[in-house]
């Protein structure tokens, strides 16, 4: 255990910094890692995790820090690893070690990195493991929820504008790629609604402001750029001629009408 708690101790003073090692800080997240494992972090026995209170609250506090590095270095399944061992301390475990002051900021980052990645059934299940008033006053959840019904109502100009208020700076990552979600379904809107868009039209609609980043967002969608400098969609709209099985279709007409006059 003391060993662990000096691990710990180093943890926190190389992520207090600004900005933190990242490398360092994943070198002690590992070894950390070992050292709960092999101390069994995760009781399955209720007595036995009253009389673990301390070493929960410590392997908590570890994994708060896991979610927010994973974060940091872009590493989204190891996000998605550390998220879901840390709901348990903040479920399970919270009338034996109490609620941490970290809980609802890091299950908000977790409604945002779902909805980033338009997981909605998965983003509405989280939201019912919590209570109402939290949902409708805390500062980290609400703002989430907020985001989730510009998108339903079709807002996109609020999403594009969610960085500037987003509650922790941690979730700067999954706004950024929220934005990007969002635009690839404006993208695909584009595509079926218009024959042919202007660039400057297209990035208006993509609140897209550089005219290098509107033109490397056609090249990922693969959009056709005509010398007018429009786009164009005209190859997408038609819908290739489907060739109907005449000849089976008969077959299979005249087999049900033996069928039928079989039983009559």
Not at 28 to 39: S, T
Not at 40 to 58: E, N, R, V, Y
């Amino acid at each position: 255990m003391a060993n662990v708690e000096m691990l710990y101790k180093e943890l926190i003073a190389e992520w207090s910094k600004r900005p933190p090692n990242t490398a360092r800080c994943g070198q002690l997240l590992d070894q950390l890692k070992v050292a709960l494992v092999k101390m069994a972090f995760l009781p399955t026995d209720g007595a036995d995790a009253a009389s673990h209170k301390k070493q929960l609250i410590l392997a908590r506090s570890v994994l708060e820090v896991a979610v927010e590095h994973s974060v940091l270095a872009k590493d989204l399944l190891a996000f998605e690893r550390y998220m879901a061992q840390l709901k348990c301390y903040y479920y399970d475990y919270a009338k034996i070690i109490g609620e941490s002051e970290s809980k609802y900021k890091l299950l908000g980052l977790n409604l945002l990195y779902l909805l980033s990645g338009n997981r909605v059934s998965d983003f509405h299940t989280e939201l019912e493991l919590l209570s109402v008033d939290v949902i409708q006053h805390n500062q980290f959840i609400r703002p989430i929820l907020a985001l989730e019904q510009y998108i339903m109502e079709g807002r996109y100009n609020k999403i594009f504008q969610a960085k500037s208020t987003v509650p922790d700076e941690v979730y700067n990552y999954f706004t950024d790629l929220l934005v990007e979600t969002v635009r690839d379904e404006i993208g695909a809107c584009i595509e079926k609604s218009y024959e042919k868009i202007s660039a400057k039209e297209a990035a208006k609609r993509l609140n897209l402001r550089v005219p290098d980043e509107i033109k490397a967002f056609g090249e990922k969608r693969q959009w056709k750029l005509e010398p007018t400098g429009d786009y164009s969609f005209t190859d997408r709209s038609i819908k290739p001629k489907e060739l109907l099985p005449s000849e089976e279709l008969a077959e299979q007409v005249l087999s049900y009408a033996r069928d039928l006059e079989m039983i009559v």
